[in-house]
């Protein structure tokens, strides 16, 4: 496709379910990125993925969210034993380069009951 | 960027009015400013952006405004539209090496017609 395509659009888990997140970026783009969005804020970086290197997972809240991307096209975003507070709008962005526009997916909003 | 919770700030306009959103930045070795536009349930779309080099550049509707010395943006949007209303957001980052983007957090605007 032409954008950034994440799925599922929506999901809802029980708190302590795993879920997995998908992103599909822009063909040729070498960075993605993904985010995390609360409610009324704005986003906040959780990882960085040069092809499939995992340059900065600084963001990552903790040990129970992962992310890869091994084949340095499509990448998912694991959160295990899912709590409350992860309930946010997960953002998948990617680039041609390091920096500069970011093109954005639409974003997957997650609701943890 | 500093979050303000639930509560963004909010610019209420006229249709055919100009708008002037504000941003503030942490970051005094930032050298690249971007500035995106969220319309509700998508992700956020980039707008405009300006290197530290500058102090003005001009789009189509648009300007952003660089201020260094008091770590100030701002985006004037010349004859606001209906479909310009969406929440609007800063972000800043050093391009060499990699530095994750940071978000600012947000202006909703909201146009009447």
């Known amino acids: 496709g032409a954008g950034v395509s994440q799925s599922p659009r929506y999901k809802v888990a029980k708190r302590g379910q795993d879920v997995a997140l998908r992103c599909d970026p822009i063909?040729?783009?070498?960075?993605l990125f993904w985010y995390q969005q609360a409610l009324g804020q704005g986003p906040e970086f959780l990882t960085y993925f040069q092809n499939e290197a995992q340059l900065d997972k600084s963001g990552l809240p903790s040990d129970r969210f992962f992310a890869e991307r091994p084949e340095g096209s499509v990448s998912t975003l694991k959160i295990q034993r899912t709590q409350q507070e992860d309930s946010a709008v997960y953002l998948c962005?990617?680039?041609?380069?390091?920096?500069?526009?970011?093109?954005f997916g639409e974003g997957s909003r997650l609701t943890v009951l | 960027g500093e979050s303000v919770g639930l509560h963004l700030p909010t610019l209420s306009v006229q249709e055919g009015d100009n708008s002037i959103i504000n941003c503030a930045y942490s970051n005094s070795a930032s050298d690249y400013f971007i500035w995106y536009k969220q319309e509700s349930g998508k992700g956020p779309q980039f707008i405009i952006d300006?290197?530290?080099?500058?102090d003005k550049r001009q789009g189509q509707r648009v300007t952003v405004l660089l201020n260094k010395t008091v770590k100030h943006l701002s985006l004037q949007i010349a004859a606001t539209q209906p479909g310009d209303s969406a929440v609007y957001f800063c972000?800043?980052?050093?391009?060499?090496?990699?530095?994750?983007?940071?978000f600012g957090t947000g202006t909703r605007l909201l146009v009447s017609p």
């Open positions: 972000a800043d980052h050093k391009r060499t090496g990699f530095q994750k983007l940071v």
């Open positions: 962005a990617s680039s041609s380069q390091g920096y500069g526009e970011l093109f």
């Open positions: 063909s040729g783009h070498v960075s």
């Open positions: 300006i290197r530290s080099n500058m």
